[in-house]
């Protein structure tokens, strides 16, 4: 019994050794394909991005176009792969055409990522090196690609959103506008000059020469708190020069308010105190 298990897995080991001979040079000519394909792939994606860019294609369009172009090259060669390997290109396409159901079904939500992606494409909501607010998250654009929206955030983080979510909710584009208002709310004590206060602070965006003369910018009172008249001021900026000015303007609010003689208030409180004891 021995003997006749040896000699059957010899036999077997011998079939199999066979047929590994008989494919190695298909094997081998499909690991030169293989090579050799993924080398051309990257040579011609990078001559195209450097077309593109030698042109001024948009970015997003840009990077959209060139991940799809790597997409459908990888499965071409997939494909010449396969067939070097000896299978049968009609029965891969039924297999494939199964796949593609089941692989669809199961990742209903990348394939509405990559419809969204077509749709930012085609629309421009945005474009990359625009700053966005989206889905509780801030920053600047980097990269638009077939599934995602990759956002640099203020402080050099990197966020990866599906664009579905992006195609089919709130996206609020900082950068869309070439200018920007500022809304500033300086709160003053009720004993304070308001007239000689709004002067000062019409004084300060003037003298600034990012501050835009069209539209002019204006201090009106905007409410009447607890402890303070609040003046809402209101100016214009380049978008280059927004964050830029609204710091300044700061700093330059509370010292000159200051040298006016302008006094900001602090939170207030009457305390009534009773004597309990009397009462007894």
Known sequence: MEDISMNGIGELVSVFLDKVISYLPSIIAALVIL???LWVIKLIIGRLRKVMEKREVDPGVRGFALSILGVVLKILLF???????????TSFAAILAAAGLAIGLALQG??????????IIILKPYRVGDFIEAQGESGSVTEISIFYTILTTPNNQRIVIPNGQLSNNK??????EPTR???M??????DSDIKKSREVLLKIVNSDERTLKDPAPVVFVGGLGDNSV?????FWANQADYWGLHFDTIEKLKTELEDAGVSFPFPQRDV???DMSKEK
Do not use: C, W
């Not at 494909?79 to 290109?89: M, R, S």
């Not at 996206?171 to 869309?176: I, P, R, W």
């Not at 709310?185 to 009720?190: L, P």
């Not at 609040?230 to 209101?234: E, G, K, P, T, V």
């Open 35 to 37: 090579i050799l394909g």
């Open 79 to 89: 494909i010449v792969i396969i067939t070097k390997l000896g299978v049968e290109t």
């Open 110 to 119: 990348s394939l509405s990522n990559f419809a969204g992606g077509v749709l």
């Open 171 to 176: 996206v609020t584009n900082y950068s869309y």
């Open 181 to 183: 208002r500022n809304v």
């Open 185 to 190: 709310t300086v709160g003053i004590s009720y």
């Open 230 to 234: 609040d003046l809402s001021l209101r």
């Open 272 to 274: 009534h105190l009773y």
